[in-house]
Protein backbone atom coordinates (compact mmCIF):
# COMPACT_ATOMS: atom_id res chain seq x y z
CA UNK A 1 0.00 0.00 0.00
CA UNK A 2 1.56 3.44 -0.93
CA UNK A 3 1.73 6.14 2.11
CA UNK A 4 2.74 9.12 1.61
CA UNK A 5 3.52 11.07 5.41
CA UNK A 6 4.35 14.82 5.80
CA UNK A 7 6.06 16.16 9.01
CA UNK A 8 7.43 19.97 9.62
CA UNK A 9 4.63 21.95 9.75
CA UNK A 10 3.75 24.30 12.98
CA UNK A 11 3.54 28.09 13.47
CA UNK A 12 6.05 30.43 12.66
CA UNK A 13 5.88 34.49 12.15
CA UNK A 14 6.15 35.93 8.96
CA UNK A 15 9.46 36.45 7.53
CA UNK A 16 10.49 33.23 9.39
CA UNK A 17 11.01 29.68 7.88
CA UNK A 18 9.78 26.14 7.72
CA UNK A 19 10.84 22.80 6.09
CA UNK A 20 8.32 20.40 5.01
CA UNK A 21 9.32 16.36 4.31
CA UNK A 22 7.19 13.87 2.55
CA UNK A 23 8.26 10.07 3.53
CA UNK A 24 6.57 7.67 0.64
CA UNK A 25 6.58 4.33 1.23
CA UNK A 26 5.16 1.33 -0.57
CA UNK A 27 6.95 1.16 -4.05
CA UNK A 28 10.25 3.25 -5.25
CA UNK A 29 9.11 6.74 -5.98
CA UNK A 30 12.52 7.30 -7.36
CA UNK A 31 11.02 7.88 -10.77
CA UNK A 32 8.11 9.66 -10.29
CA UNK A 33 7.13 13.40 -10.34
CA UNK A 34 6.20 14.52 -6.47
CA UNK A 35 4.63 17.89 -5.78
CA UNK A 36 3.06 20.08 -2.66
CA UNK A 37 -0.50 21.25 -2.86
CA UNK A 38 -2.08 23.29 -0.16
CA UNK A 39 -5.14 24.16 0.88
CA UNK A 40 -6.26 27.41 3.05
CA UNK A 41 -10.44 27.23 4.63
CA UNK A 42 -12.99 28.30 2.63
CA UNK A 43 -10.84 27.80 -0.42
CA UNK A 44 -9.64 24.78 -2.99
CA UNK A 45 -6.67 22.47 -2.84
CA UNK A 46 -4.08 24.82 -5.57
CA UNK A 47 -0.52 24.03 -6.52
CA UNK A 48 2.72 24.85 -4.77
CA UNK A 49 5.49 22.79 -5.84
CA UNK A 50 6.42 20.28 -8.39
CA UNK A 51 9.66 18.30 -8.99
CA UNK A 52 10.33 15.81 -11.70
CA UNK A 53 10.90 12.13 -11.43
CA UNK A 54 14.41 12.69 -11.86
CA UNK A 55 14.81 15.46 -9.90
CA UNK A 56 15.95 18.09 -12.80
CA UNK A 57 12.65 20.35 -13.51
CA UNK A 58 10.54 21.79 -11.07
CA UNK A 59 7.49 23.98 -11.46
CA UNK A 60 6.33 26.23 -8.95
CA UNK A 61 2.93 28.62 -8.58
CA UNK A 62 4.05 32.22 -8.84
CA UNK A 63 2.83 33.30 -5.37
CA UNK A 64 5.99 31.01 -3.73
CA UNK A 65 8.48 31.49 -6.54
CA UNK A 66 12.17 32.55 -5.08
CA UNK A 67 10.71 32.32 -1.44
CA UNK A 68 9.94 27.91 -1.84
CA UNK A 69 12.45 25.42 -3.17
CA UNK A 70 11.08 21.82 -3.74
CA UNK A 71 14.05 19.15 -3.80
CA UNK A 72 14.66 15.15 -3.60
CA UNK A 73 16.30 14.19 -0.11
CA UNK A 74 16.95 10.71 -1.72
CA UNK A 75 14.50 8.07 -3.95
CA UNK A 76 11.71 7.95 -1.67
CA UNK A 77 11.73 11.85 0.11
CA UNK A 78 10.72 15.10 -0.63
CA UNK A 79 11.57 18.24 0.76
CA UNK A 80 9.76 21.96 0.63
CA UNK A 81 11.79 24.45 2.17
CA UNK A 82 9.85 27.64 2.73
CA UNK A 83 11.25 30.77 3.41
CA UNK A 84 10.04 34.73 3.62
CA UNK A 85 6.50 33.12 4.85
CA UNK A 86 3.69 35.31 4.97
CA UNK A 87 0.39 34.90 6.29
CA UNK A 88 -1.17 33.95 3.08
CA UNK A 89 0.96 31.03 3.22
CA UNK A 90 -1.31 29.60 5.95
CA UNK A 91 -2.76 26.03 4.81
CA UNK A 92 -2.88 22.79 5.63
CA UNK A 93 0.33 21.32 3.05
CA UNK A 94 -0.20 18.18 1.34
CA UNK A 95 2.23 16.08 -0.58
CA UNK A 96 1.34 14.26 -3.64
CA UNK A 97 2.72 11.60 -5.88
CA UNK A 98 1.44 10.34 -9.38
CA UNK A 99 2.07 7.69 -11.65
CA UNK A 100 4.53 8.76 -14.19
CA UNK A 101 7.56 11.52 -14.24
CA UNK A 102 6.17 14.53 -15.71
CA UNK A 103 5.23 17.67 -13.65
CA UNK A 104 1.82 18.49 -13.67
CA UNK A 105 0.03 21.07 -11.65
CA UNK A 106 -3.29 20.29 -11.07
CA UNK A 107 -4.73 17.72 -8.42
CA UNK A 108 -6.51 15.37 -10.61
CA UNK A 109 -2.68 14.12 -12.46
CA UNK A 110 -1.79 12.82 -9.27
CA UNK A 111 -2.92 9.20 -7.33
CA UNK A 112 -1.51 9.49 -4.12
CA UNK A 113 -2.07 11.84 -1.85
CA UNK A 114 -0.81 12.52 2.18
CA UNK A 115 -2.92 13.50 4.71
CA UNK A 116 -1.64 17.27 5.03
CA UNK A 117 0.59 19.06 8.22
CA UNK A 118 -0.72 22.40 8.99
CA UNK A 119 1.38 25.55 8.54
CA UNK A 120 0.57 28.32 10.35
CA UNK A 121 1.93 31.98 9.83
CA UNK A 122 1.12 34.39 12.39
CA UNK A 123 1.37 38.50 11.37
Known amino acids: QVQLVESGGGLVQAGGSLRLSCAAS????????MGWFRQAPGKAREFVAA???????TAYADSVKGRFTISRDNANTVLLQMNSLKPEDTAVYYC?????????????????WGQGTQVTVSS
Open 96 to 112: AARRGFVIFTTTDKYDY
Open 26 to 33: GRTFSSVA
Open 51 to 57: ISGSGDS
